[in-house]
């Protein structure tokens, strides 16, 4: 019954004017906020996605790295038992250590990631080359894979087989030496090509042979910097980490993706919320508007709230008339900018209306993905505010003595 009073109280028509614009503003102002709500949270989606996808690119399912030091010792057996665990797809072995590489007066002081035959099936990098080939060679004539920040800075065009040097400290060299270049292994490599992933690594790796990176840094033969891993099924990868763990034991630690880059994903989540505690704002400001439109609509069926006691009506029935009223504009109103957002959104993933200015990044236009679960916060976030926003002026509407005049 509540719910047919409210509906016709807000079809009626209003003894001033501005009960029904203040009442018209507020509803606009909820459309507004709904659709901000929506829209933004939808674009930091498709950003994040997009992010995760880049990352996913370069950061394999799992790896084993020690748990002290920089390198761990993997024999042949146990490398069987590792290819053997149930759910791993792939294994590749990696070493990785700063490096110091010049093309002339050009110099860069990169990552040099030595990797072997099997990168390509736990990594995407391969499918990020730009330019030449994804091609690391062999110990004595190895390849090397720049990364797109690495190449501006060194001048060279990597797709041309251009010639570096690379120096690399060596492990066990002398640790003073008057001679700061003796205690660095002198090499030269050959340039392959170009990947574009995303600016944390195009400026700081450069790909080649594992065989070639051992060598430079003094390494044994069964000695690396890390395994990274490949799954089956990613559904399953907390259990393949859960069994490579009781296969090692605690002289190694294992990492997913998520923990490889787990305070990236804690910003990510961190920065959605605070967009949503800010974008509430918006709602709250609404919800103003609301008070005074309820306020004066209440003064204005005072007549009404009078005889609807007289009849026998409870001030909890007056109540959730006025704050039926209030749900009734929030709902109204977050379902048409719900709605406007879906629909902007649908428009942006078919058309790519609105642009990203400069044209350095990955896509030339906002990406866009719409969840479930935030059509749900946003809607309930709604209600939440009109039910606050409401509840004052009800309680007012309730609070009415019977004052029937003839």
Not at 70 to 92: F, P, Y
Not at 241 to 254: T, W
Not at 260 to 274: A, F, H, I, P, R
Not at 370 to 376: C, G, I, N, Q, R
Request: glycine residues 8%.
């Amino acid at each position: 019954m509540n719910i047919l009073f409210a509906w016709r109280y807000f079809r009626a028509k209003k003894s001033t004017n501005a009960i029904n614009i203040i009442a018209w503003v507020s509803m606009s102002a909820i459309v507004v906020g709904a659709a901000a709500l929506i829209l933004v949270l939808s674009v930091f989606n498709g950003f994040e996605d997009l992010v995760k996808s880049l990352y996913s690119s370069f950061y394999p399912d799992l790896k084993i790295t020690p748990s002290s030091g920089k390198t761990l010792i993997l024999n042949d057996r146990q490398l069987q038992q590792l290819r053997a665990v149930n759910g791993v797809r792939a294994l590749s072995l990696v070493v990785e250590e700063q490096a110091v590489i010049e093309n002339g007066d050009n110099v860069a002081s990169p990552y040099l990631k030595g990797v072997d035959s099997n990168f390509t099936k736990v990594s995407g990098v391969a499918g990020k080359i730009v330019r030449g080939k994804f091609e690391t060679g062999t110990a004595d004539q190895p390849l090397a894979v720049l990364g797109s920040g690495i190449e501006y800075s060194l001048g060279v065009e990597a797709d041309l087989s251009a010639p570096l040097d690379v120096y690399s400290f060596r492990k066990g060299g002398p640790s003073y030496t008057v001679d700061p270049l003796a205690s660095y292994n002198h090499s030269e490599i050959t340039t392959a090509g170009v990947f574009v992933i995303q600016q944390d690594f195009d400026g700081h790796y450069v790909i080649t042979n594992l065989e070639f990176v051992k060598r430079m840094l003094g390494l044994q033969p069964d000695e690396y910097g890390g395994v990274e891993l490949a799954v089956t099924d990613p559904a399953r990868v907390t259990e393949v980490q859960q069994a490579l763990l009781e296969l090692l034991g605690k002289d190694y630690q294992i990492q997913t993706r998520y923990q490889q880059n787990q305070k990236l994903y804690s910003v990510m989540g961190t920065e959605k919320w605070v967009i949503y505690i800010i974008l509430t704002l918006i709602l709250v400001v609404a919800a103003f508007n609301m008070v005074g439109a309820l306020t004066m609509l209440v003064w204005d069926k005072q007549k009404d709230i009078h005889v609807l006691k007289a009849l026998g009506a409870s001030n909890g029935l007056v109540q959730k008339i006025f704050l039926s009223e209030g749900i009734l504009l929030a709902v109204m109103g977050g379902m048409a900018g719900i709605l406007l957002a879906a629909l902007i959104c649908e428009l942006q993933l078919k058309f790519k209306l609105i642009p990203l200015q400069g044209g350095s990044f990955l896509i030339d236009y906002y990406p866009v993905k719409m969840v479930p679960t935030d059509f749900l916060l946003v809607f309930t976030t709604i209600l939440i505010v009109a039910l606050l926003a409401s509840w004052l002026p009800a309680r007012k509407a309730a609070a009415q003595p019977i004052e029937l005049r003839t």
